[in-house]
């Protein structure tokens, strides 16, 4: 099981070190697949019918089926890799490393080792979760940001299969369908960003704000 | 039974608005569906007793409330939002903003949506499972975009953009909430349902379930609109139809506000009450300040109103904090808002369709143009507002005595203070425009535009003056089960 | 209160417009004239009474009665006010207020008829009147207080009865300060020099003479009948002060109060005469000077 | 009580009827052009009717209230949490609630009139009036706190509403906006207010807050919380700033009785407040009376500068509210000190001075609005003359000014003489703090009044008498009957309480026996002086009457006392005087205004005029309010500057959004994640 988180670490360096989109889309399929394999190894002695279906369900979904969408977004609009980030690919993989001592802090923190937990399943998904979240907030492209999105929550999904033997997996299974109807819409909204403004950086979708706003003297001119 | 049809109901009609073609019969659908579900709910809802359906869905006298108001509210929405829909033109037509053309959602996907998301909000409310309640919320979340995307322009795709984005993130951090709640339960079975929950609430293990509070506090807070995680609100709830941002902010935003309500019961019950109270009252004053900063020059009164919901959540937030006398306060509190919300969006809405621009500096004499709404207006504006006599003011003025029993000084300044700052904006706002000299002659009102806003207004009065036995007993039992007593 | 108590105000309506031919005689020998008779005031009084009147176009029922008001306030004014330790005909515990506020009600009554005529003369006069009248009162008010304080009493009559040789060993400054800022007043109130001349011919100059431009014939008489009496009040005010009268058996009262009141007359004349008339702007700071002796006054009392 | 209650269900009752009633114009919306023919008064008088009725059946148990006789209290349990409908009436509810039985009936009669040719619908404006005045008897009788509240909370918007009718105007907008700000920053203390005191009586009914006991830090937080939130109805400087506002911009009848009725409700709120605070400490009684110098003082200052008739009656509210709270703070330290001769004559002479001020000022007011609408112009520059065309509005405002300016023998002077004796009063004990209570109240009402004098002089001369400084006002005409007589009533009323002075405070002494609390046996004795006084003040009075009629017939009687000759006003010999040479109210204030400068910050606009032939010049003043200007303009652009750069969080960036998120997880986690509550 180590192997395996170990594997998804590496993956999310990967995923902070490369501008190509192709790439890191096929990393996140990766870590889709690693993370279904995830509760067979948890559960090695015996292993429900329920959880292979999860498992099953999981690398078909993750895995496969998202990517796929994905990878069709990313056809329709015409980019390929992420053009200047915030925060540049090298930075980004020193900040990786700190993040990754970030979610270390956080496990030991949350006295997570000395529980039947496997500590180092639980530093990768809380670090797969917070590159997740570096990425939205550093990367320029809205598809970029729905895959940090599907990172984060695979990052999440570790977190349970470590945590919980048995989470009924009625439950497990809504979550699935909750994550690919959401990634579902997302690429559907990628799909008319694209259409919309040529273009899918959200740095300049700010038209909704409140910062240029002093037209309407209310407070102060009035009953002054 | 009764509460599975209530899922089920509008599954099913969702499902088939889907598919079917002729708008009459899908119209039908959909007020039949609203009425059905709200006689449902009501008749569930009615009995003393928690009616339960296995461990997983039941109905208590928390979920009673939110779930009957949920179900008039939409009532209304459909009402209102029949009429909205038939009179939106097919056609592409230029953006009232920047001109540029666009093309509204196919309706058969506009009803779908909405009905799914009555689904999944009753789903949110009767669940008594925390990870089932997860699935459902978040579902809501999948429901509500398109109806925020109704409008194909490109504000509306920016909302719904950073919506979804912005909540799903947060619900997924709840999750690991449910997870680390799950860690807290030491022993070999392990079960999210509330019963259980509650039923081995002494051995919970603090540490962890104070970290499931935090992050399902910051998930659910996410969704709830609770600063300064509340960034999508005002985007989501001014651009979208009016009819559904009355939903969002009456209904879903309750939702978001069960959530942390059920976990906030587990604490209590663990004996932690005080710590996840602290970081409600922290964030309640939060969203309260923060509201009402935005409010004082606002100049788009859709963002305005949304700014006014994050204010409420700010307000059931404390409530919830200071619990005792607070719990009552606040939950009855969530009763009027969600209702004089509501209403002010769908008057919003008429004034928008009649102006044709959300720029408060752009209208004036609202109340000469259209009588009813004008009125309606400032009506909804006092109630907002916390004003006799209506229900708002007997919730605040509740939740600002159990401030002062604590003996919590700075948090009751505060509170009066912040309320006192939205009081100055809002009026600033809503006066200039329902006032003043009528540019424009007077014009008649179709009767589903104002019927809805009418009979919640007349529901706020109600409750300002008088509070129905029924609903006050729910009420109290409520109170009593998040461990507030109520006097 | 008997027949006798009405003796005091009845001498006070005969002798009141006396006073005035004391001062222009005093002004006269100052001057080095003969100056006119003594009674000269009552034969100016009994030619205007017997005159018709005219009146402006512009002017309404106000003009004609304020005459009367103005006289009748007067009149009352004289019924509250003892003699030493003969208690005045209507006496009662605040009644130096009534006093104080019947005044201010002739003022009100001859400002509002300066304003009927819509002169901008006697405008100009009115305006000044209110504005030192609003200054004026404090400074009697914070004077009767200093009394007030002294005597323990609230009637204008008892406060005076308290008064006696005796006040003058143990508080005699007090009653110094009280009768200078007083004084000040007199002069004021019935527009004498420093504060305004009676005589002058520049109206833009005058007070309380240009208000009253427009009066004629009996209206007139009324007028200068009320202004005499006025002037009557606030001497007998300063010789309830300043003249132990109360030491006296009441016969020898009588005659030392009207030669004190006399006396006061001669001194209004000297201060007319030495005098030169101050400028306009002048007169609130005397006012509130005389009011900061009342104040003195009462930390003086205070201290002791 | 049950006929108090039915009373105000009439009174809303009608007024909705009214509403209905009155749509029949809006439904013609003729908003510009002549009155529309279809318009019959029947809204109008229907509301009238219902206020009349109302107030009549009101009146009843108040009457039985001030004879003695006690009225069985009401208890109703409601729903509401911490609320009871609780109802009862004592001597100090009954007596504020004569005020508003007097004059709200006058008032209606009168807007019957002075809105007949109002062109917009009359449904609001008859509403809300019934409203107010159904709210305003229901706060004197609400015996909850929570009950008072919304019902406090009724009142001021449904005053609201009034004051906005003639939402057209820009100012008329600005200054309803101004009201609710102001009346509501007095609601949000108040609410602290009741909740603290219920807190520590942990009940919210009137008799537990009575009965508990507080801690004197406690009950002096409660006191500064009482006159924040009632000192801002009533009008305590600095808070005034919405009547000369609201007062100007609403209709006349409207802010006769706002201004005459309505911000007295603030005092009695500030005195039921002390009934519930216990024993007062001599402090508070000290604040009183500061205040009331301050308004009394500022006030009629600020009202001598003014140029607009209605706006300064407005701030002569002011000034009569600084007297009245000069009045209670003499009697808050009466208590203090245990004195039972200061308790009787300043609370006797504070709340007098309520009903006083509620008769002289509605009658100003409803000359005001005669004014209004027989000379269509509030600016006293414009006015003049109208004596001769009005005669009756004439009559009943010089009555009503020479009662304001407290002159005998009107009622103005018998209230504020009780306060004088009340601070002479005070001083035969010696002590120092009671001598520098005497000056305070001797010097400070001294000057009050002679300055009111003045404002008033200013007032009645420059609008009736001389010429019409302009050509609508030469063309003036009187006003109907039903405007007339509410005015010939109150005018009467002035005079009457004048002469029946003993009465009158017979009449208060049940209201002060509520103040003075426990020991209302001490005050016979002390009543008893003051009686004897007032009956002087009567007789003298009476004498003074009597003695200038006789004087008048004298001089009708003399023997040329009848023949007049007319001609044109003396002018010094110049020729030609012309209406605009008159002394202008500006000018007449100007040596006043002048000396205040400093408190005033006048500003003038033309100048002197240049050179021997000079062009024709303008010249005129503006005086802007005191507090507004260096008080809250500047408090409120502060707080905006302060919270415009917070604004900038909302930009419009998903991932920094995101990265909120982000922070407040990390933040919490580092801050909260040790776990232990």
Not at chain 1, 111 to 128: K, N, Y
Request: proline content about 4%; some cysteine.
């Amino acid at each position: 099981m180590d192997i395996i988180s170990i594997l998804l670490i590496l993956s999310c360096l990967l995923l902070l070190g490369s501008s190509r989109l192709h790439v890191a889309i096929r990393v996140v399929a990766a870590q889709g697949i690693l993370l279904g394999i995830l509760p067979l190894v948890r559960s090695m002695g015996d292993i429900t019918t329920g959880i292979w279906i999860l498992s099953v369900t999981t690398i078909v979904s993750k895995g496969i089926l998202l990517p796929w969408l994905m990878r069709v977004c990313l056809r329709n609009s015409d980019i390929d890799r992420e053009i200047e980030p915030f925060i540049g690919f090298g930075s980004s993989l020193i900040y990786g490393i700190g993040l990754l001592a970030l979610a270390v802090w956080v496990t030991v923190r949350m006295e997570l080792t000395q529980s039947e937990v496997p500590a180092v399943l639980m530093i990768s998904s809380f670090f797969l979760i917070f590159v997740g979240l570096f990425i939205m907030v550093t990367r320029r492209k809205a598809i970029t940001q729905s895959l940090a999105y599907l990172v984060m929550e695979n990052g999440v999904y570790g977190v349970g299969v470590g945590m919980s033997l048995d989470f009924p997996f009625v439950v497990e299974l809504g979550i699935l369908l909750d994550v690919c109807v959401g990634v579902f819409l997302m690429g559907n909204l990628l799909f008319h960003l694209d259409r919309e403004f040529e273009h899918m950086d959200v740095d300049k979708l700010t038209e909704l704000s409140d910062v240029a706003e002093s037209a309407a003297a209310t407070t102060g001119e009035e009953i002054a | 039974m009764l509460l599975l049809s209530i899922i089920l109901l509008p599954t099913v009609a969702g499902t088939a608005s889907y598919l079917i073609r002729s708008h009459r019969i899908r119209r039908t659908l959909w007020g039949a569906t609203a009425t059905a579900h709200l006689v449902l709910s009501i008749a569930a809802a009615m009995p003393p007793e928690a009616a339960t359906l296995g461990h997983w869905i039941g109905l208590d006298a928390l979920s009673a409330i939110f779930l009957v108001l949920t179900s008039l509210l939409f009532l209304g929405a459909t009402v209102y939002g029949i009429g909205y829909v038939a009179r939106e033109p097919v056609a592409p037509q230029p953006d009232v903003e920047d001109g540029s053309l666009f093309r509204n959602e196919p309706e058969s996907v506009f009803t779908g949506a909405i009905l799914l998301l009555l689904a999944t909000m009753s789903l949110a409310i009767v669940s008594r499972h925390l990870g089932l309640q997860w699935v459902a919320i978040e579902a809501t979340t999948l429901a509500s975009a398109p109806l925020i995307y109704y409008h194909q322009n490109r504000r509306s795709l920016e909302a719904a953009w950073k919506y979804l984005i912005l909540c799903s993130v947060g619900i997924a951090v709840a999750l690991l909430g449910i997870f680390f709640i799950l860690m807290a339960m030491q022993g070999e079975h392990r079960d999210l349902t509330l019963a259980a929950l509650l039923a081995q609430a002494g051995e919970l293990n603090h540490k962890w379930l104070g970290i499931a509070f935090i992050f399902m506090l910051v998930g659910y807070g996410t969704k709830m609109g609770l600063a300064p995680l509340h960034t999508w609100l005002p985007d989501a709830h001014s651009e979208a139809p009016s009819p559904v941002s009355a939903l969002l902010s009456g209904a879903l935003l309750n939702c978001a506000f069960l959530g942390i309500l059920r976990v906030q019961q587990v604490c209590t019950a663990a004996g932690m009450a005080a710590f996840g109270g602290d970081l409600l009252i922290l964030f309640g004053l939060l969203s309260m300040g923060l509201a009402g900063v935005f409010i004082l020059r606002q100049t788009d009164y859709k963002r305005m109103l949304a700014y006014s919901s994050v204010e409420h959540m700010g307000i059931l937030a404390l409530g919830v904090g200071l619990g005792g006398l607070g719990l009552f306060g606040s939950l009855l509190h969530a009763v009027n808002h969600s209702v004089v919300k509501a209403m002010l969006f769908l008057t919003a809405g008429n004034i928008l369709a009649r102006f044709h621009t959300k720029d408060t500096t752009k209208i004036q004499g609202a109340c000469g143009i259209l009588p009813i709404s004008g009125v309606l207006w400032i009506a909804g504006f006092l109630a907002i507002t916390g004003s006799p006599p209506f229900g708002t003011f007997i919730s605040e003025f509740t939740i600002l005595r159990a401030t002062v029993e604590q003996g919590r000084w700075v948090v009751a300044g505060l509170y009066s203070l912040f309320l006192l700052l939205i009081f100055v904006g809002m009026s600033a706002i809503v006066l200039r425009m329902a006032l003043g000299k009528p540019q424009e002659s007077r014009t008649r009102e179709p009767w589903t535009t104002v019927l809805s806003p009418l009979v919640f207004a007349a529901v706020a009065l109600l409750l300002g003056v008088y509070l129905p036995a029924p609903l006050a007993d729910k009420l109290h039992s409520a109170a009593q089960l998040l461990g507030g007593l109520a006097k | 209160m008997t027949i006798t108590h009405w003796a005091l105000p009845l001498a006070a309506w005969i002798l009141a417009p006396l006073m005035l031919g004391i001062i222009n005689r005093v002004k006269a020998i100052f001057a080095g004239r003969r100056g006119q008779p003594l009674l000269q005031l009552y034969y100016d009084l009994f030619k205007l009474l017997r005159k018709g009147s005219v009146y402006s176009r512009s002017t309404s029922i106000v003009i004609r009665l304020a005459p009367s008001v103005t006289l009748a306030c007067m009149a009352i004014c004289t019924a509250l006010l003892p003699w030493g330790s003969l208690r005045a005909p209507a006496a009662f515990a605040g009644d130096i207020i009534l006093l104080a506020y019947l005044l201010g009600l002739a003022r009100f009554a001859t400002v509002l008829a300066a304003l009927d005529t819509g002169s901008a003369f006697e405008g100009m006069g009115a305006s000044r009147e209110v504005q030192f009248a609003a200054l004026a009162e404090p400074a009697f008010f914070l004077g009767m207080l200093v009394l007030v304080l002294h005597s323990g009493a609230l009637g204008l009559s008892n406060i005076m009865a308290g008064l006696s040789a005796a006040t003058w060993q143990t508080s005699g400054i007090l009653l110094i300060l009280v009768a200078c800022s007083w004084f000040v007043l007199l002069l004021t109130e019935n527009s004498r020099i420093p504060i305004d001349d009676p005589n002058t011919h520049l109206e833009l100059t005058m007070i309380h003479e240009v208000m009253v431009l427009d009066y004629s014939g009996p209206d007139f008489a009324y007028i200068l009948y009320g202004a005499s009496l006025k002037l009557w009040i606030f001497a007998a005010l300063i010789v309830n002060l300043i003249v132990p009268v109360q030491s006296l058996p009441v016969w020898g009262q009588v005659p030392l109060f009207l030669l004190a009141i006399g006396v006061v007359a001669m001194l209004v004349g000297v201060v007319e005469s030495i005098l030169a008339r101050l400028r306009l702007h002048q007169v609130p700071k005397i006012l509130i000077g005389s009011a900061a002796l009342s104040l003195i006054a009462l930390i003086v009392k205070l201290m002791d | 009580m049950e006929l108090f209650i039915s009373g105000c269900v009439i009174l809303v009752f009608s007024g909705a009827v009214a509403v209905f009633l009155g749509r029949s114009r809006a439904a013609s919306p003729t908003r510009s052009g002549a009155a529309d023919p279809t318009h019959s008064g029947a809204a109008e008088w229907t509301a009238a009717l219902g206020v009349w009725l109302g107030c009549g059946m009101a009146l009843i148990p108040v009457v039985e209230t001030l004879a003695g006789r006690l009225v069985q209290p009401l208890h109703v349990a409601w729903s509401m949490p911490g609320g009871s409908l609780s109802f009862g009436l004592d001597g100090l509810s009954a007596f504020f609630c004569l005020p508003i039985l007097l004059i709200s009936p006058l008032a209606a009669l009168y807007g019957c009139e002075y809105l007949a040719h109002e062109k917009k619908s009359l449904g609001s404006i008859l509403f809300f009036y019934n409203v107010l005045v159904a709210s305003m008897l229901l706060l004197m009788a609400a015996r909850n706190g929570l009950l008072f509240l919304v019902v406090w909370e009724i009142m001021a918007i449904s005053s609201f509403f009034l004051v906005v009718f003639d939402d057209e105007h820009a100012h008329v907008r600005q200054a309803g906006w101004i009201y609710l700000i102001a009346t509501h920053i007095g609601t949000a203390a108040l609410l602290v207010f009741f909740a603290l005191l219920g807190r520590q009586a942990n009940s919210l009914d009137f008799e537990a807050m009575a009965a508990a006991k507080l801690a004197p830090a406690m009950a002096t937080i409660l006191f500064a919380l009482a006159v924040v939130g009632f000192g801002s109805k009533a009008g305590f400087f600095p808070l005034h700033v919405w009547l000369p506002e609201a007062h100007p911009a609403a209709p006349s009848h409207v802010s006769a009785l706002m201004s005459g009725v309505m911000i007295k409700t603030g005092i009695y709120g500030l005195l039921r407040a002390l009934t519930l605070l216990g024993e007062p400490p001599a402090a508070w009684g000290w604040t009183l009376v500061g205040i009331g110098l301050a308004s009394g003082l500022l006030g009629v200052i600020l009202a001598l500068a003014q140029n607009d008739l209605k706006r300064l009656l407005a701030y002569c509210s002011v000034e009569n509210i600084g007297v009245i709270t000069l009045g209670i703070g003499t009697g808050v330290l009466g208590l203090a000190w245990n004195q039972p001769g200061l308790v009787l004559l300043g609370f006797g002479g504070g709340i007098l001075h309520v009903l006083n001020h509620a008769i002289f000022k509605s009658l100003l007011f409803f000359g005001a609005g005669a004014v209004v609408h027989g000379a269509g112009t509030r600016d006293l520059n414009h006015l003049g003359g109208l004596f001769k065309s009005m005669r009756w509005t004439g009559a009943a405002f010089l009555v009503a000014s020479a009662a304001i300016a407290g002159l005998p023998p009107f009622n103005g002077f018998v209230s504020e003489f009780l306060i004088y004796v009340a601070g002479f009063s005070s001083i035969r004990t010696g002590a120092t703090e009671t001598i520098i209570l005497a000056i305070l109240v001797a010097g400070g009402l001294a000057m009050i009044g002679g300055l009111a004098a003045a404002c008033f002089a200013k007032a009645f001369g420059t609008v009736f008498l001389g010429e019409p400084r302009s050509p609508q006002t030469a063309k003036a005409h009187e006003v109907g009957a039903a405007m007339r007589w509410p005015m010939a009533v109150l005018a009467v009323l002035c005079l009457g309480i004048g002469l029946l002075a003993p009465w009158a405070l017979k009449m208060v002494l049940p209201a002060v026996r509520v103040m003075a609390g426990t020991d209302t046996a001490s005050l016979i004795e002390p009543s008893a002086g003051a009686l004897r006084g007032l009956s002087g003040v009567v007789w003298a009075s009476a004498g003074l009457l009597v003695l200038a009629g006789c004087l008048f017939v004298i001089r009708r009687s003399l023997p040329r006392g009848r023949e007049e000759a007319s001609t044109g006003t003396w002018d010094c010999g110049y020729a030609r005087p012309t209406a605009r040479m008159q002394y202008t109210a500006t000018s007449f204030a100007q040596p006043l205004t002048d000396l205040f400068q400093v408190f005033l910050g006048t500003r003038k606009q033309g100048g002197l005029l240049q050179g021997f032939f000079p062009k024709n010049a303008a010249f005129a003043t503006r005086t802007p309010d005191a507090a507004r200007e260096r008080l809250f303009a500047p408090l409120f652009l502060a707080i905006d500057r302060c919270v415009a750069p917070i604004r900038r969080m909302q930009h419009g960036r998903v991932h920094e959004y995101l990265l909120y998120i982000a922070i407040v997880l990390v933040v919490l986690l580092i801050w909260k994640a040790g776990g232990q509550s």
